[in-house]
């Protein structure tokens, strides 16, 4: 793991409201843990801030420069401003560089899996950190975890990463770092109702009911015309007189 060069000042011992002015003149008060011998030191805001967000991990190690005298540091811990996430307190400790410490490395994955390029499957990726212990020199910035032979169903375990000489890992090896999982398959499911609802709209009649729907159609007209020749036969008939026609009998003898 390479250092990072930082600059910082000694500052005094603690007093009210000492930090909350330090922080408006974009300094970030802070403490370095050495052995048996603690210092407050302030570092520039900006660049510290910097010097994080390029990094891969919150493990960072710094060449601390404190008043022309440098030691080697590794950032412990930083306190955040609870709403504005602005850095309100660094924690250092002090290591010698052949001394093993325990850390956080994430994990990298390299390469695309034989079960995603061919088969289809989904890469995932699910152990992001590993806790490690080594020397500050022979400590990686990450863990490089290789996943081009992986087939759909087969996984990268903890005991598989390939560490530099001098570095250990402190998790449990049958831990997965990365693994393939079948593809998922989505099934249409389609209501039987539904299904006889577009079929009755899109679909036309077979050509066997069209057929009988047409000649049940005639029929139905047939009918109605003979009713109609019906009526005129009866009007052909000659119309019968309804008076009854009864004269006056003349009576010869009168």
Known sequence: MKA?????QPREGKKRNR????RSTGRVPGVVYGHGNNRLVDVDNKEFEHIMDNSSSDTVLI???LGGEKSLVIVQ????HPLGRHTLHID???VKPDQD?????PTLTVGEPIGVKTEGGNLDHVLHF???KGTPSNLPEALEVDVSDLEIGQAFLVRDIVLPEGVEVLADPTNAVASVLRPRVIEEVVVEGEEDEELAEGEEPAEGEAAEGEEGEGKEGEGKGGEGKGGEGKGGEPAKAKGKGKGKESKGGD
Not at 101 to 105: E, M, N, P, S
């Open 19 to 22: 930090a909350k002015v330090l």
């Open 77 to 80: 811990e930083v306190q955040h």
């Open 92 to 94: 250092f400790r002090e």
């Open 101 to 105: 410490v325990i850390v956080i490395l």
């Open 130 to 132: 590993v806790k490690v």
């Open 4 to 8: 990072i060069e930082l600059e910082a």
């Open 63 to 65: 060449d601390l420069n």
